[in-house]
């Protein structure tokens, strides 16, 4: 509410007097303020803070009238009284000077400021004053206290007399009670009272309430009192006394006019706060104001007595500070927002503890935002030091505030920003409001948000700014306000922010002004005139466009209500003016409605429309009803906030009209901190006449008056309505200082059945927060609030001379934005009162905030730790009702493993016995397939239960991690594993900290390791003498494991990892198989080895095919033949035209391949190259719309590589007829690339897998070559369809001793995968006819080894053969040109050569293009 800012100020004195100031008391306008030596009284001026005047007393004079003591401003601030020690008054007159000024401002030459204005003169400079003694009067006894009343002067002695003295002094006017004859009483009830006894007793401090007509005062014996005159006249038998029976200890006094409050401070460093009963007139206390132990350990009953109490200009907060020194400031009920006696106050940067500030006096500036303090501490300084300066260090140092603008404004309450208001500048805790308009930026960031925080305009409420920009950072949006403005109407009153946070308006002394976040600037009055003419009384408020505020008119002293629009110029031209009746005090905007309360206790309703006449639209206003409150309220002063409110108890109102449910509004008013609530009433003959007259609900009479809570501070209420979330934008939200925040929330019956009839239609709930609210965030269960930090700066200062340096002696002072959950405390008190029903309804409203799971566990926690912790046995506990309602959310499982996480060891047997047995949630969370979740359970189990419980449910977890190919977790479970069965139970190891990063997409563990793979053709073959080049790396896993295998714990583990491997062989799931090893460091090749004729053999060489392809993403091939199937409707002529296609791209291919083979073959190649150029032609004649389609089909070979192509690769081959039509397609608009570049293209869509894909099946082919498992070498060869591959294979079965059995296998395998070619993917034929004779000879070799000598080595002469493996297969297909004629019909000769042809051609591409290092 009020925030302490910079660091203090302190003044200095031009004068040479050497006195010390002791007592400091600004006038009633709070413009001057007097400062009291023991001989000396001097005015100074606030705005600049400069002397004006200054009265020395003569040494004679001094010795009688004995050292000045206090002094006491007439209400006027004509006049000042000052007491002296030895019981003397003087009188002093400040007449002032006409037209002379002191202090002028200089400008440059050419501002813009005219020195012509109205005012100028009083508000620019110190206006010259003279200080006059008029009178003395001597009381023959020592002054206690002065106080001044009305047109009185009430002085109270040491002698037990209460003396009333007029202002101009006149001697006839006295008249001195005595104490003693002043019946005092509990209450004013009572018969008669009891008097205060014969001798010694006196007022030792009082001050006069007007508001409860009387006077608080503290004896001199530690009693308190309130003393009221009973009626007009004020003499000793008119009197009378009441007690506050608890206080004993009272040593000053200081009251509350706003809220009726006194606040006693008492000799143990306490303050008591009363009020007055209203219906028996007893004492009745309200609260204390104490340092607590648990903030405070060190110093909270060390303090001394109070010395001081001194409450802010507008009541709200209250200043407090103690003999052994420190400030404290408390809101008006008591919550704490500034202590000095701890943090950077009381120690210094390297921890050695400060002296605390010790105040002799204090006072508040004008509005509040500054505290004049009269530092106790400065009479040490020595005055030698400072007799050679010219202005002299002086004992008063400037605090400076910024405030909430609740405190002034309280029509900001239905707002959900906050906004802090300094003397020159705003604090505002929205974000940027250009960011928050913008476009571009949202759709930046819309993806990250729900869609109702997209932007103030995203879901048709222009009422909602999103959580990012209301809680978007922790610093504030400052604006600084004009010094145009502020020169001349300083200090700021009111300030007023719009609903979306985009506008601001403040007002000063005179008119006001306002600013826009969006184009960053201010808009004044034309005509200062104007300007100067008009006082806002009531406060001001946003209206959509529109400024509504209530003023008073010099000019024609006239109280109006004015409307200015925000657009256009600021100028009464434009505004919409109203005369109003009486004063107006108080001001709030209620959707379409404006309601005003005046001095004459009414409240008014105005209706407001906006009419878009002209060019600049227009608002008017309409009188609805009045209501005269002046029946419930003792003094318009006292009533703190009015506001319109749709919440309503709901009495009277029946379910059939439910439309009248929205619009009913209810009056909101808080009377000193009474709320008080003034609902429609519904149940007269109005509700029947509603169809003939729409008017009539306007009308509406309101029923009495109901109070709803006490010791009311902030009242929060929404006017937006929200289907999903009832429950909170239903609600009044009440802040109650130091009792905490309450909500008033109503309750739905569930289902629309028929609500219970002894079921309450709203509760009204108490929760603690732990900072000063500002702001509700309605629907986001938020408080938005601001708090005091402080940074320290001494170390800045060494020098011993420094150590005066108020920067060393005090921390700088910084606000900053903070927020507050508050849901779990209010489905906690739900769940107290047995509504767990509307707790529920509640929390699945909230289940989509991003902090629902925060709330779940809060709640848990807290109710674990006073139930678990409380020494006494707990008769209803709620902790098992807690843990019922969060198993209602799909969280429970993480909620409760968070929570017991936190929480420490001795209370999870408690926890657990609420919330069932670690095991079975552990159960729950694998069936649930949460492993992390379950992991942290088996933590608890792990501390809860022996290690072989541990060791079976990390089993279960292990294995389910590794099938769910979580290798993060399986690592740690490794780790878990081998610290069981090491003993070391209670500290399992750290996690290696050159564990690979975890993926499951690839096998980038290899990414660390220089392997180079390079494929091409020529050295293929000779690579593969070189098998150990690729073996598995001993990684920092391989050298764990091998540490100490003979351990029975590594053979466990071990057994469990050769289980999960076997498993994914089976499953044929090779890419699992990969990351497996590659995540976990699995001993791959030496597994593979042992289980090369069990696991690691090929059943189905079919089925692992598909798999593979399936699993790589790899696309089938295909063959290009357009002739069959074509889906196009003209198919015969693209046919032909792709006919010859294929006849000059096979064509092309084997002129090449044979120039590359040497084998001669001129003729063939001369007629084929004929067709080549004809088809050329060809072409080029048809296709003349080619070029358009050309960026399409040529991406994916761009794009060569890249992950984005696997969905389109693996698309392209689903049906095989729509692909063909598709190659059609791309022969015909492709006309204008030469052969080659069309085949290659062809080629590589059709037939090749994602790059990443590809690195892994060679990454594995090695794997297998190395173990091996020739059968899954063989698989790989035929997926990447590389024939260097399959004769590899076929010359290691020849030139090694292999199991028969395996080639055996090998051999069914191809000719299964042959037959299932033919039928299902013809796509495979030309490859495996090219590798038709190694099959032939593969069968020869078997057809031998199932000879009794099948162990013997294989005929190495058969190895030659392998020589020149380009030579083989250019034999093996040249020769196989001729021989499928017997099929019949041209076209299937040239597919399949041209498929064989493809095949080839891309094994070489690929084969060049891929020399690759996996990296």
């Known amino acids: 509410m009020y925030f302490l800012s910079g660091w203090p100020k302190r003044l200095l004195c031009p004068l040479e007097s050497l006195e010390q100031p002791l007592h400091i008391q600004t006038d009633p306008q709070r413009v001057f303020f007097a400062v009291l030596s023991p001989s000396q009284l001097s005015i100074w001026y606030c705005r600049p803070s400069v002397l004006i005047v200054s009265y020395k007393e003569l040494p004679k004079a001094a010795s009688q009238f004995g050292p000045y003591k206090q002094a006491e401003w007439r209400s006027d601030s004509t006049m000042i009284a000052v007491s002296t020690a030895n019981g003397y008054i003087l009188f002093f007159e400040i007449p002032s000077a006409r037209d002379k000024y002191l202090y002028e401002p200089m400008y440059p030459k050419g501002s813009p400021h005219v020195k012509g204005t109205p005012h100028y003169k009083e508000e620019q400079c110190a206006p010259s004053l ?462 379409d409605i404006v309601i005003l309360f005046r001095a004459d206790c009414s409240i008014c309703l105005y209706s407001i429309e906006r009419r878009p006449e002209g060019p600049n639209p227009t608002a008017s206003i309409q009188i609805l009803q009045e209501v005269s409150m002046s029946r419930y309220i003792p003094h318009p002063f006292l009533v703190v906030s009015v506001t319109l409110t749709s919440v309503r108890t709901e009495t009277g109102i029946t379910l059939k009209m439910p439309q009248q449910a929205c619009e009913a509004e209810s009056i909101m008013l808080n009377l000193a901190g009474q709320l008080i609530m003034l609902q429609r009433d519904r149940s007269g003959p109005q509700i029947r006449d509603k169809d003939n007259n729409p008017n009539q609900k306007k009308h509406l009479p309101f029923c009495a008056p109901v109070v709803l809570a006490q010791s009311v501070e902030n009242v929060w209420t929404t006017c937006r309505v929200n289907k999903q979330k009832r429950h909170l934008l239903e609600a009044l939200w009440l802040s109650c200082g130091g009792a905490g925040m309450k909500v008033w929330l109503p309750l739905f019956p569930r289902d629309h059945r028929k609500p219970h009839s002894f079921l309450s239609r709203r509760i009204m709930l108490p929760f603690h927060i732990n900072i000063y609210p500002l702001a509700v965030l309605f629907e986001d269960a938020l408080v938005l609030g601001a708090v005091n930090d402080t940074v320290l700066y001494d170390c800045l200062y060494t020098q011993t001379s420094a150590r005066e340096h108020l920067e060393v002696l005090f921390p700088f002072c910084i606000v900053e934005r903070t927020s507050q959950i508050y849901l779990h405390h209010i489905l906690r008190q739900l769940l107290v009162r047995n509504l767990g029903e509307q707790a529920l309804l509640l929390a699945h409203s909230c289940a989509t905030l991003p902090y629902f799971p925060h709330v779940l566990e809060l709640m848990l926690h807290e109710v674990l730790e006073e139930e678990a912790t409380s020494r006494e046995p707990i008769p209803d506990p709620l902790l098992p009702t807690v843990a019922k309602f969060i198993t209602e959310f799909p969280l429970f499982l993480q909620t409760v493993v968070h929570c017991a996480r936190k929480t420490e060891y001795a209370l999870w047997n408690y926890l657990f016995a609420a919330v069932g047995n670690p095991k079975d949630l552990f159960e729950e969370c694998l069936m649930a397939q949460d492993l992390d979740t379950a992991a942290s359970y088996l933590i608890i189990l792990q501390n809860m239960e022996v290690p072989a419980v541990s060791r079976q449910h990390a089993t279960l977890l292990f294995n389910t991690a590794l099938e769910q190919g979580k290798w993060d977790l399986c690592r740690h479970m490794i780790r878990f594993l081998k610290a069981i069965g090491s003993g070391e139970t209670e500290t399992p190891p750290a996690t290696p900290t050159t564990q690979e990063p975890s993926s499951s997409s690839g096998f980038e563990f290899f990414r660390h390791r220089s392997i180079s793979l390079s494929q091409s053709a020529e050295n293929l073959h000779s690579k593969f003498n070189l098998t150990k080049t690729l073996s598995m790396p001993s990684g920092p896993s391989g050298k764990r494991w091998s540490k100490d295998s003979d351990c029975a714990e590594n053979m466990y583990i071990d057994m469990m990892l050769w289980r999960h491997a076997r498993r994914l062989l089976e499953e044929i799931k090779l890419k699992d198989l990969g990351c497996f090893a590659a995540q976990l460091g699995f001993e791959l090749i030496g597994w593979l080895c042992k289980e090369r004729a069990r696991a690691a053999r090929v059943e189905d060489f079919v089925f692992a095919l598909k798999r593979l392809h399936e699993d790589f993403h790899w696309p089938f091939p295909v063959i290009p033949a357009s002739s069959i199937n074509s889906p196009f409707k003209n198919g015969k002529y693209k046919t032909a035209v792709g006919e010859q296609l294929l006849k000059s791209q096979s064509a092309d291919t084997f002129v090449n391949m044979e120039m590359d083979t040497g084998v001669s073959n001129t003729p063939r190649s001369r007629s084929w190259l004929g067709t080549i150029s004809s088809s050329q032609r060809e072409v080029d004649t048809v296709s003349s719309h080619g070029p358009h389609m050309q960026d399409a089909f040529l991406s994916p070979l761009l794009s060569k590589g890249d992950e984005c192509s696997i969905g389109s690769a693996t698309d392209l081959t689903e049906t095989s007829s729509m692909v063909d039509g598709d190659w059609t397609m791309v022969d015909e608009n492709f006309s204008s690339l030469t052969q080659s570049e069309l085949e290659h293209i062809s080629l590589e869509l059709a037939s090749k897998g994602p790059h990443k894909s590809q690195v892994q099946l060679r990454y594995l082919l090695h794997i297998f070559m190395e173990a091996g498992c020739l059968d899954w070498c063989i698989i790989i060869g035929l997926i990447l369809r590389e024939s260097s591959v399959i004769n590899q294979v076929f010359s290691i079965m020849q030139s090694s001793d292999i199991d028969g059995e395996i080639c055996q296998n090998i051999k069914t395998g191809l000719y299964a995968v042959d037959k299932w070619a033919s039928t299902d993917c013809p796509g495979y034929k030309p490859f495996l006819n090219i590798i038709k004779p190694q099959i032939q000879k593969l069968s020869e070799i078997a057809e031998e080894q199932v000879q009794p000598e099948a162990f013997q080595p294989v005929n190495p002469s058969k190895v030659t053969e392998q020589v020149n493996p380009r030579a083989e297969e250019s034999r093996t297909s040249s020769g196989h040109g001729t021989n499928p004629q017997s099929d019949g019909g041209s076209s299937s000769v040239s597919r399949h050569e041209e498929d064989k042809s493809k095949t080839e051609d891309e094994d070489s591409l690929q084969d060049s293009s891929y020399d690759c290092i996996v990296s």
Not at 235 to 245: I, K, R, S
Not at 323 to 333: A, H, K, Q
Request: a negative charge; proline letters at 3%; charged letters at 20%.
């Open 130 to 591: 003279n200080l006059e003694m008029k009178k003395v009067l001597d009381l023959q006894a020592s002054i206690t206290s002065l106080q001044s009343m009305l047109e009185d002067l009430l002085v109270a002695t040491a002698d037990g007399f209460l003396h009333l003295i007029h202002w101009d002094g006149v001697t006839n006017g006295r008249k001195a009670i005595n104490l003693c004859t002043v019946p005092f009483s509990v209450d004013l009830q009572s018969s008669r009272g009891s008097f205060l006894g014969f001798e010694d007793v006196y007022i030792r401090d009082m001050e006069y309430c007007a508001t409860l007509d009387g006077f608080a005062v503290v004896f001199n014996d530690g009693r308190v009192g309130f003393i009221t005159p009973m009626s007009s006249r004020f003499t000793a038998e008119q009197l009378h006394g009441v007690w506050a029976q608890d206080v004993i200890d009272g040593t000053c006094v200081a009251v509350n006019n706003k809220y009726r409050l006194m606040a006693f401070g008492c000799a143990n460093g306490s303050v008591q706060v009363y009020t007055i009963d209203t219906t028996t007139g007893a004492m009745q206390f309200s609260h204390k104001l104490e340092l607590t132990p648990k903030q405070y350990p060190d110093i909270w009953n060390k303090t001394g007595p109070v010395k001081l109490i001194r409450w802010s200009p507008d009541s709200c907060v209250v200043m407090v500070t103690w003999e052994c020194g420190g400030l404290s400031l408390w809101s008006v009920f008591g919550a704490q927002l500034i202590c000095t006696l701890g943090g950077d106050f009381a120690y210094q940067s390297d921890g050695a503890k400060k002296d605390p500030l010790k105040i002799s006096s204090m006072t508040w500036g004008s509005e509040g935002y500054h505290l004049w303090v009269i530092d106790g501490n400065s009479s040490n300084i020595k005055p030698e030091r400072d007799a050679n300066n010219e202005a002299h260090q002086f004992g008063i140092l400037q605090f400076h505030f910024i405030k909430s603008a609740l405190t002034v404004n309280p029509c900001m309450s239905n707002q959900e920003q906050v906004l802090l208001q300094g003397e020159d500048r705003l604090y505002l805790n929205c974000g940027d409001a250009t960011q928050a308009q913008s476009p571009r930026n949202t759709s930046v960031h819309s993806e990250h948000k729900p869609s109702r925080e997209r932007g103030p305009f995203s879901d048709g409420s222009l009422d909602y700014q999103g959580l990012s920009t209301l809680l978007g950072h922790r610093h504030w949006h400052v604006v600084q306000i004009h010094s145009t403005y502020l020169e001349s109407n300083w200090p700021i009153r009111f300030s007023a922010i719009d609903k979306l946070g985009q506008n601001v308006a403040v007002v000063g002394k005179f008119g006001f002004a306002h600013y826009s976040l969006l184009t960053k600037k201010w808009k004044l009055f034309g005509n200062i005139t104007q300007e100067q003419n008009m006082v806002v009384t009531g406060g001001l408020a946003w209206w959509n466009d529109f400024i509504v505020l209530a003023c008073y008119n010099l000019n024609d002293h006239q109280e109006e209500l004015r409307i200015y629009l925000r657009t256009s110029n600021l100028d009464n031209a434009f505004a919409h003016i109203t005369k109003v009746q009486a004063d107006t005090l108080l001001l709030s905007v209620f959707r």
